[in-house]
Structure formats: C-alpha cells, structure tokens
C-alpha cells in the first residue's frame, strides 16, 4: 500500500488527520517565571490549521531544569492556566497538540539554575560549569518532578506526551556512556544506563495510563565515538516499547560537536535504522521540506511521519501547501 503525507496514522488510540507533525521548537518567549503568554497561544494556535500533529516547545518539568531564562514550563499549578490557553487554540482547528516534558540537567541554564545536576559530574562545556551527580534520592526527586508534570499536562488540555531524550538534555545524559560514568543501578550496562527513562516513562504513566499517548524524542547518535548509536537505542528501547506509542529521532546535543555535513533528510538514515527494530511509528525530523522528498521517505519506511520546524517559523501556512503539493513541488 503507497503511503503519503496525507495518510492518517494512529500514535497509540490518537488517529491523527495527516502524517506532518510541528516539531518542537523553542520561543524564547517565556516569563522570567516560566509562564506562556499571548505569542504562543497565537503561535501555536496559527500554524495548527492544517498540520497533524502540534508538539510544543520543550516545557521544563522543574525550576532547575529550565534550557533557557526564557523558556516555558509546567513545574507548578500556576502554569497550567497559560498552557490550557494554548491547548484551546490549537483544538480550535480539531488538531492534536502533545508537550514536550525536560529537564535540562547539565546543559540547564546558568542563568536561572540554582542547582546543576546529572548523572555524573561531567561539564558539558565552561559556559555551564560542571554539575553534581545526582544522589539516587535526588534521581527519585526528579521522576516525581516528572510525574507531577505529567498529571498538569492533562489538566491543561495536552492530548499526548513527548518525553525529551534528546540533544544532550537529562535522559540522554543518563542514556549515554559519554555523559553516564556512574558505578550503581543507574550506570555501566545499556539496561542500567535505560533505568532512568524507563523510571521516568513508569511514572508518567502512572499518572496518565496506558490509553494515553507517550512518545520520546532521541538523538539518534552522539557524534562521536563510544556514545550512543541507533543499535544502542534500540537495546535501550526495546524492552519499553510497550509503553511507548512513537519515537521521535533527531541527533546531537550530547557534547559541544556538530554533524560534518547537514543536508535534506540528512537525520533519515539514523530514523530509518531505528525503525526496523521497532513497531510503533517512527517519526522523522531534519531539513525534509519538499514535498516529494517526504512521499519518498513514507513510502519507502523509512518513517511513518514527518516533522517540520523553521518553515513553519517562517511562514505559518507552509503546512498547507507541503500537503497540498505533489511530486516535487514544494
């Protein structure tokens, strides 16, 4: 069966209209207290028309997780207020909206981070100093803080669940040997190096249920050698698939390296190599704006979906005309 951009897929008992997903990507326009306001309730609400899928910017799930002073997050009760006002604007276009739950661990921002934490007292760079290692009580802390989100993500009207394990923030920190040098449960073996997402996932779950869509976002690879790879991912998702209703596959972040080349759909490979371990959908991100270019990726498996960011940024009606488009066209 040919598949394209416009085909519905399901992301767990979510049938979603198309296969284009908004990716995440961030504002810049939060309070100093991590509030949203008037720009994201027109941003998002804008640029659902036609997509299938919204994913909102990283939300940090504590104080001293936030990326940026001026990020968004959902750490407290008074949160849930402004991010309900979002999750109504984008349903007002009967389009799905997911949030994207991290914490930032030793990449969170200087400026506004009291306490730098991650699995181990690695920096990442000078700029952000080096972190305490979590303590296990510290490490149970954190999943609560998670959990907690997760519930106020449903009482501000989010319809899924992104958990971010990507781009060098917390998860992936824990998930990687490069950034995970611990001794205990929590590091050595890819299945203790997974224990901490899989705490997190356990208890996001518990608060949402299984009928309720999670999905994770990872970078595929670290650029560089000994870090993780699609293989290594595989052996840390794969006895949670269950629980799981989409990956999400980027790549990078974990260390202050780039990729050597950055092309069209140059992500795809590492989104095509996870995919043929897995049964759940499998989302594609990177630089895939023609129209053609996407088909291609659908139709040939290498994704199930296609995740669209700086177009979007750009021109809120882009979405409209990548799925109106055909063959080559953008």
């Not at 990020?71 to 979002?86: A, N, Q």
């Not at 802390?141 to 997760?150: D, G």
């Not at 319809?159 to 971010?164: A, F, Q, S, T, V």
């Amino acid at each position: 069966m040919t598949i394209n951009l416009n085909d519905p897929i399901a992301l767990g008992g979510l049938r979603i209209k198309n296969r284009l997903i908004m990716a995440p990507l961030q504002q810049y326009k939060g309070t100093p207290e991590a509030f949203a306001g008037d720009h994201h309730i027109e941003h998002y609400g804008r640029r659902a028309r036609h997509v299938g899928l919204v994913i909102l910017e990283s939300t940090a799930v504590s104080s001293e997780g936030r990326l940026w002073p001026n990020d968004i997050g959902i750490y407290s009760e008074r949160h849930v207020d402004p991010l309900k006002k979002i999750t109504d604007a984008v349903h007002k276009h009967d389009t799905p909206v997911f949030i994207q739950l991290s914490h930032g661990g030793r990449k969170s921002s200087p400026e506004v981070t009291n306490a730098l934490v991650a699995p181990s007292a690695i920096a990442f760079d000078d700029h952000y100093g080096t972190p305490e290692a979590l303590s296990v009580e510290g490490i149970k802390r954190v999943v609560e803080e998670y959990r907690l989100a997760a519930k106020r993500s449903i009482e501000a009207g989010f319809d899924g669940i992104e958990l971010h394990a990507a781009h060098g923030f917390l998860i992936h920190q824990f998930a990687s040997p490069l950034s995970n040098v611990r001794s205990d449960a929590y590091g050595g073996t890819s299945e203790n190096r997974a224990r901490f997402l899989k705490e997190v996932l356990f208890a996001v779950r518990g608060e949402v249920g299984r009928d309720y869509p999670v999905i994770v976002r990872i970078s595929a690879t670290d650029y560089w050698t000994g870090g993780l790879n699609p293989e290594e991912w595989a052996r840390i998702l794969k006895p949670i698939e269950s629980q799981l209703d989409g990956i999400h596959v980027s790549s990078g972040g974990l260390l202050p390296v780039k990729p050597s080349d950055v092309y069209p759909a140059y992500q795809v490979p590492h989104a095509a190599a996870i995919k043929q371990h897995f049964n759940i959908p499998v989302i594609a991100v990177g630089k895939i704006y023609n129209r053609g270019l996407a088909d291609r990726i659908l139709e040939d498996r290498l994704a199930d979906c296609i995740a669209i960011g700086s177009p979007l940024l750009e021109d809120p009606d882009y979405g409209e005309r990548l799925l109106k488009a055909r063959g080559d066209a953008n």
